[in-house]
């Protein structure tokens, strides 16, 4: 069975998808380099690799956890 291969590149949409906000606060996200991606022909349109925005969940949940480990001492 021949499955299909993940995206080489997300989209911001594909993005926003994935952590369930909106649009805009993806592209926020993507341009200030809290996900590192890269603007496509500077027409406003962003690509992100797939481990970039892996990246970037690790990063929030290892701060998330060491936001509660810091309210429970």
Same mark, same amino acid.
């Given at each position: 069975? %021949?499955? *299909? =291969?993940?995206? $080489? #590149? /997300?989209?911001?949409?594909?993005? *926003?998808t ?9 592209? *926020?996200?993507?341009? +200030?380099?809290?996900?590192? &991606?890269?603007?496509?022909? &500077? $027409?406003g /349109? ?6 970039? /925005? +892996?990246? #970037? ?6 701060? =998330?956890? %060491?936001? *509660?480990?810091? $309210?429970?001492?």
């Amino acid at each position: 069975m %021949n499955e *299909a =291969a993940p995206p $080489r #590149y /997300l989209t911001v949409e594909d993005v *926003a998808t994935s952590l369930r906000v909106t649009v805009p606060t993806a592209r *926020a996200l993507v341009r +200030s380099g809290d996900i590192s &991606g890269f603007q496509v022909d &500077g $027409r406003g /349109l962003w690509r992100v690799e797939p481990r970039s /925005l +892996s990246a #970037y969940v690790a990063r929030q949940k290892k701060a =998330a956890k %060491n936001s *509660a480990e810091r $309210r429970t001492d």
